[in-house]
T-cell receptor
Framework: DTGVSQNPRHKITKRGQNVTFRCDPI?????LYWYRQTLGQGPEFLTY????????KSRLLSDRFSAERPKGSFSTLEIQRTEQGDSAMYLC????????????FGPGTRLLVL | QQQVKQSPQSLIVQKGGIPIINCAYE??????FPWYQQFPGKGPALLIA?????SEKKEGRFTISFNKSAKQFSLHIMDSQPGDSATYFC??????????FGGGTRLMVKP
């Protein structure tokens, strides 16, 4: 299966700790997106990359959040000094900029901050 | 500001019924409207998508109806099955940028 993969699938951490999630997009896709989904809600956009360039960031993305895509392949999302309100499912999606808007999602990383 | 409004929040139908989920958008710059299906603990999976220059699109048992002047679109699921029980999200995007999602509809299909 060559779909979008995310690791870890689950993460439990204590408030104040830093966490990092990884996303591996579909190999030929040059766009990569991060979303956050809380229980019972639709996903909310956080940020996206085209190749290694971060093109847009949501106002939801506080200073404690940072994302990278250093070689235009996989991406990491780091949350520093986690808060209980950060508990959510973090979803990654990828797409091709060559006329294809369809975004394909990974299975997500479920974060629980105690 | 919620730019895509989805209704109903939940829906129960009998097997074989035709659930209909509606969405309305505000931003006329949106040019691509996908529907996603999500099972508990999984990521959203693309079902079907439409562009505003088309009034209807059908793929298998799933049909999107699109009304550009009313800025509304809807998903119909023909001959619904218990395996269709999931949460459905409409979404909208412009030029392949970020997706703006509706609030979701939790569908239950009773055997």
């Amino acid at each position: 299966d060559t779909g979008v993969s995310q690791n870890p699938r689950h993460k439990i951490t204590k408030r104040g700790q830093n966490v990092t999630f990884r996303c591996d997009p579909i190999s030929e896709h040059n766009r990569l997106y991060w979303y956050r989904q809380t229980l019972g809600q639709g996903p909310e956009f956080l940020t996206y990359f085209q190749n290694e360039a971060q093109l847009e960031k949501s106002r939801l993305l506080s200073d404690r959040f940072s994302a990278e895509r250093p070689k235009g392949s996989f991406s990491t999302l780091e949350i520093q000094r986690t808060e209980q309100g950060d508990s959510a499912m973090y979803l990654c999606a990828s797409s091709s900029s060559g006329g294809g808007e369809t975004q394909y999602f990974g299975p997500g990383t479920r974060l629980l901050v105690l | 500001q919620q730019q895509v409004k989805q209704s109903p929040q939940s829906l129960i139908v009998q097997k074989g019924g035709i659930p209909i989920i509606n969405c309305a958008y505000e931003n006329t710059a949106f040019d691509y409207f996908p529907w996603y299906q999500q099972f508990p603990g999984k990521g959203p999976a693309l079902l079907i998508a439409i562009r505003p220059d088309v009034s209807e699109k059908k793929e298998g048992r799933f049909t999107i109806s699109f009304n550009k002047s009313a800025k509304q679109f809807s998903l119909h699921i023909m001959d619904s099955q218990p395996g269709d029980s999931a949460t459905y999200f409409c979404a909208a995007t412009r030029a392949g940028n970020m997706l703006t999602f509706g609030g979701g509809t939790r569908l239950m299909v009773k055997p």
